[in-house]
T-cell receptor, first 117, second 111 residues
Framework: EAGVAQSPRYKIIEKRQSVAFWCNPI?????LYWYQQILGQGPKLLIQ????????DSQLPKDRFSAERLKGVDSTLKIQPAKLEDSAVYLC???????????????FGPGTRLTVL | SQQGEEDPQALSIQEGENATMNCSYK?????LQWYRQNSGRGLVHLIL?????REKHSGRLRVTLDTSKKSSSLLITASRAADTASYFC???????????FGGGTRVLVKP
């Protein structure tokens, strides 16, 4: 079974530039997550989609970060404009549909390592 | 904010020894999970323990959960060089809710 795919794997940009990351979840997984992992810390959830709707974006810095999952499959995460503190690994994960009374394992992609200079 | 805090932050052991790391969290949980992360395989789910469970085993892994102390421990027995990685605990407050990760423990297993 193919895992979660992400691209690019690495990206280096100057501050104030824009950047976009792409994620293709495991086939059939309705729930998709974007996490930010700063060096030396654990991942922090930025946004959670269920199909093409947003379930939780409470920790997404909405003045500069945006994400979409238009057809309920692939997703893109964009940063515009980037700041130095956005340097991190951006992880995408997917799971079967989450619902009350159930927990489904999240499967993580390899991540995109972003460096903002 | 991070829910779980792992202790120690770093651990160095010889191959064959056991490795123990602890996780403390702040609020009530539905379940607690442990993940491993290394450069080769990314972030991988190891084991999940529900709030009404006290101990769980999976291969060389043993997880305990003490909800009265809001803490969990992960024991890796007979460690191998391939166990070198960062280990994170993560909690959910309710079934179907989001994962909140701790800061991780970096484990180095020396051959």
């Amino acid at each position: 079974e193919a895992g979660v795919a992400q691209s690019p794997r690495y990206k280096i940009i100057e501050k104030r530039q824009s950047v976009a990351f792409w994620c293709n979840p495991i086939s059939g997984h309705a729930t998709l997550y974007w996490y930010q992992q700063i060096l030396g810390q654990g991942p922090k959830l930025l946004i959670q989609f269920q199909n093409n709707g947003v379930v939780d974006d409470s920790q997404l810095p909405k003045d500069r970060f945006s994400a979409e999952r238009l057809k309920g499959v692939d997703s893109t995460l964009k940063i515009q404009p980037a700041k130095l503190e956005d340097s991190a690994v951006y992880l995408c994960a997917s799971s079967l549909i989450q619902g009350r009374g159930s927990y489904n394992e999240q499967f993580f992609g390899p991540g995109t390592r972003l460096t903002v200079l | 904010s991070q829910q779980g805090e792992e202790d120690p932050q770093a651990l160095s052991i010889q191959e064959g020894e056991n490795a123990t790391m602890n996780c403390s969290y702040k609020t009530s949980i539905n379940n607690l999970q442990w993940y491993r992360q290394n450069s080769g395989r990314g972030l991988v789910h190891l084991i999940l323990i529900r709030s009404n469970e006290r101990e769980k085993h999976s291969g060389r892994l043993r997880v305990t959960l003490d909800t009265s102390k809001k803490s969990s421990s992960l024991l890796i027995t007979a460690s191998r060089a391939a166990d070198t990685a960062s280990y994170f605990c993560a909690t959910t407050k309710a079934a179907g809710n989001k994962l909140t990760f701790g800061g991780g423990t970096r484990v180095l297993v020396k051959p």
